[in-house]
């Protein structure tokens, strides 16, 4: 049922980008985990009567300084493009790769994970206008009135939209004119942009890629969905914004940490689950050539803790450190898993880790011999990944 | 060394066409499927032609959806369960059965239709300015107005549940290059010996309200004062004046040859050679100069290990909008030099409209076909080109051609595009 991913040349992975409440770059995060330091903002939107949260994990919205981009080019964005094109200009900044003017722009490729873009259209005006005439048994006017819809929706509209906007900017603003992905619109996201990333690299169809993840904004659309798969019944679902990046290069970087392993599949069946989680963990792991006692620390982003069991199931140490940072910082969507990935690769480098408390705020931090991290991502239908990271021997 | 990809099944519904060789059939006749929607001209929207594909048709797959035991399903879903299983039944493949196997479906964001609007705004309180998320919560519940209609993935997952696709499932949503780079993504994993078979296509339904209206305001739609719907689209024409819309989805089943031949499936076609990048530029458009557009192609002919010389046949993205089709002009007459006179190209767009991701996906199919039946599909509505379009060999009718390869465009709004080397068994 499960395929075996097929092994190939090691890909490197650089520390990238974080953009978050707790702040914009890894270090302040790891910091603001350890000392159960929580950003929160009261919601920005109307919610309904049973919504859980007054509070939630917000974001600044990047302006044209920041972002380096003229300020008419602000319209053709919504806040989930900014917020990705942030990001990336962190990660830039962070990652010399990037800048190496020795690698081709055409071989430095774009990955990014994010979900719907959500527009601000409809305007509450045009609802305002519309609620007026809503009720009535014929068409209103206002619908079939090009003056007035002209008047009301975005001239952009059509393209700030579309996901492959919010990638367009970026490689505008970076030059990075390689092979690329734009996924969407679940957690799980993260993995596949970083999986096809890493095929790309390694098949020497990219030399660097870019790989994001992109929250979605929090607005009343991001709440129906909340009710709608009953994440507003889980406790370390609040929702938060931001954006992460990682670079991945075939040149073997400082810290040598590798995407040793990784597997996905679809989970169709919730009773069949603990079997495939197990069976995805141990293709990943096998793909690395490790075992499930060799993983020093595990973070699953999205998956309620159910593969937590399926790991120790493999054989993984009783003493296995876990980290489900969404439990203190919020639920960031396609961001979450690369929040994840950045804070192993800061634990790699620094040789720490980061593990849940009982009380949800804060992660202890701990010093330890660390060199390999497994990290999962799933989607609320089924879909399900697994990435294992390998620091060299040096 | 890479295995070779052939297409084993192809199912598609597009405008009026209910299967890949319908459409093959009406465009070699040069039957066109824009026409008037009325339901979006009473609503003011004045570019109001476009490849529609019925109210009625829609109904019917949602009865037999329905009667499958499916939930209930946006349009683009609809289109995609119907293509998918016509492609699979075409292929005559027991895909649950296959062990390794991906789906990559490729559709982009879905807006709120007109009645949604009005849906949404019966809850929403002037005096507050804040919406009623409780009653329309409730709505949906009961009415067809959902939120999730707008997922992208929706098609995919209902999809792996159904065929037990239970590794890849993905869900490129590149804008217009995104059914060329489900094919092409496919193709890859294919190639690379990472699964056996691939069912990969696309799905979009964007003739309705919100996008018509955005897509008409960004000035993307061709203006419609007085033509017949039918003559609006003219790719590679000078008097081309923007794209108009389209409905639709495709699927092809691809397998590794050698799978395909282990199970004595019929062979379509081959996927040869692919590419994918995005372009350092604008997101309103390409440079003119075609560069990058051409050096996209390029990869896609040496991904495929062939040259400039072994191409038959273009099919290009073509939208009939003014900057498309000169920078795609450009980018051909850059890289086939001398040979851009000899090589026929064709737009498929003014005879079925801008379906965005699931043109890339329709245009595969229809060039399966051209393959099979060496024929090229002729261009409707292209009378004469302009400064930048002049010395494209744009074909005009149906011509019976000797062709081994096609290449076949899908350019993205922002910068992002996808070519795909489609090539013919061998006789």
């Known amino acids: 049922m499960i395929k075996t991913e097929s092994k190939k040349a090691p890909v490197f992975v650089e520390q990238g980008s974080v953009y978050c409440s707790a702040g914009n770059n890894v270090s302040s995060l790891w910091q603001a985990l350890a000392n159960g330091q929580q950003n929160l903002t009261a919601l920005p939107c109307p919610a309904y009567d049973a919504w859980p949260w007054s509070q939630v994990f917000l974001v600044e919205e990047p302006g044209a300084s920041e972002l380096g981009v003229d300020r008419k080019i602000l319209r053709t964005m919504e806040k989930q493009a900014k917020m990705a094109l942030y990001g990336a200009a962190l990660a830039v900044q962070q990652v010399e790769t990037l800048a190496n003017k020795s690698i081709s722009s055409a071989k430095k490729g774009l990955y990014l994970a994010l979900p719907t873009v959500d527009e601000s259209v409809p305007p509450w005006s045009l609802l305002e206008t519309l609620h007026e005439v809503s009720a009535t048994p014929t068409q209103p006017i206002e619908l079939s009135s090009s003056e007035f819809l002209q008047r009301e929706i975005p001239a952009f509209f059509g393209l700030s939209t579309l996901n492959s906007n919010a990638c367009a900017h970026i490689s505008a603003c970076f030059d990075l004119t390689g092979a690329m992905g734009a996924y969407s619109p679940f957690a799980d996201a993260a993995f596949q942009a970083l999986i096809d990333a890493t095929g790309a690299v390694a098949q020497g169809e990219n030399s660097a890629a870019l790989v994001g993840g992109v929250s979605p904004k929090v607005n009343p659309q991001l709440l129906l969905q909340y009710e709608h798969w009953g994440w507003d019944k889980l406790s370390a679902r609040i929702p938060a914004e931001g954006s992460s990046f990682v670079v991945l290069t075939a040149n073997k970087n400082p810290d040598a940490v590798c995407v040793s392993g990784f597997a996905r599949g679809f989970i169709a069946s919730s009773v069949e689950a603990p079997e495939i989680y197990q069976q995805l963990l141990a293709q990943a792991l096998a793909n690395a050539n490790v075992t499930a006692a060799d993983i020093d620390w595990f973070l699953p982003f999205a998956t309620g803790g159910k593969d937590i069991q399926a790991l120790f199931a493999l054989g993984a140490k009783e003493s296995l450190p876990i980290l489900s940072s969404e439990s203190c910082m919020g639920f960031s969507g396609a961001a979450g898993p690369l929040i994840n990935l950045n804070l192993a690769l800061h634990g790699l480098q620094q040789q720490k880790y980061l593990v849940n408390t009982h009380n949800n705020i804060n992660a202890q931090e701990n010093a330890g011999a660390l060199r390999h991290v497994a990290l999962s991502a799933a989607g609320p239908e089924g879909q399900y990944l697994v990435v294992i990271l390998s620091r060299e021997v040096i | ?427």
Not at chain 2, 125 to 130: A, E, H, R, S, V
Not at chain 2, 139 to 147: I, N
Not at chain 2, 227 to 242: L, M, Q, T, V
Not at chain 2, 313 to 341: M, P, W, Y
């Open chain 2, 1 to 427: 060394m890479a295995n070779k990809v052939v297409v084993t099944g192809i199912g598609l519904i597009c405008g009026q066409a209910m299967s890949a060789n319908e459409l093959f059939e009406r465009i070699s006749q040069c039957q066109s499927s824009v026409r008037k929607n009325e339901k979006l001209a009473a609503y003011g929207v004045t570019n109001s032609a476009c490849s529609f594909i019925d109210e009625q048709v829609l109904a019917a797959l949602d009865v037999q959806c329905r009667e499958q035991g499916l939930p209930q399903l946006s349009a683009p879903a609809l289109l995609a369960i119907y293509a998918a299983a016509q492609a699979i039944e075409n292929a005559d493949i027991d895909v649950k059965s296959i062990e390794r196997k991906g789906l990559f479906l490729a559709c982009n964001k879905q807006s709120l239709e007109a009645e949604h609007l009005l849906g949404l705004a019966k809850h929403f309180d002037p005096t507050t300015g804040k919406v009623d998320l409780d009653m329309f919560m409730e709505m949906q519940r009961h009415e067809k107005q959902s939120y999730f209609h707008k997922r992208q993935d929706m098609a995919a997952l209902v999809l792996a549940e159904r065929y037990e696709f239970d590794d890849v499932v993905m869900t490129p949503g590149d804008a217009c290059a995104a059914g060329g780079i489900a094919v092409g993504t496919g193709y890859r994993y294919i190639a690379q010996g990472e699964l056996d078979v691939a069912l990969v296509g696309a799905t979009e339904a964007m003739c309705n309200y919100m996008p018509m209206l955005s897509f008409s305001i960004l000035g993307a739609l061709a203006p419609q004062s007085g033509e017949h719907p039918a003559s609006i689209s003219c790719p590679f024409d000078k008097a081309r004046s923007g794209f108009v819309m389209g409905d639709g989805s495709a699927f092809l089943m691809l397998e590794s040859e050698q799978h395909a031949q282990a199970r004595g499936a019929k062979i379509l076609g081959y996927v040869s050679g692919f590419a994918k990048q995005t372009e350092s530029w604008r997101i309103t458009s390409s440079p003119k100069d075609g560069s990058d557009y051409a050096r996209c192609m390029s990869d896609a002919i040496a991904d495929a290990g062939l040259s400039i010389n072994d191409i038959d046949h273009i099919n290009a993205h073509g939208t009939s909008t003014e900057q498309n089709d000169s920078c795609e002009s450009a980018a051909i007459k850059k890289l086939f030099g001398e040979r851009t006179v000899s090589i026929p190209v064709t737009s498929n767009k003014s005879a079925i409209g801008h379906s965005l991701a699931a043109s890339g996906a329709i245009e595969a199919a229809l060039s399966i076909i051209s393959l099979q039946q060496q024929l090229l599909l002729p261009t409707l509505n292209f009378c004469e080109g302009d400064e930048d379009t002049a010395g494209i060999n744009v074909v005009q009718q149906a011509t019976p051609s000797k062709i081994k390869h096609i290449l076949s465009n899908s350019f993205g709004f922002g910068g992002e595009n996808s070519v795909l080397i489609l090539s013919a068994v061998a006789e």
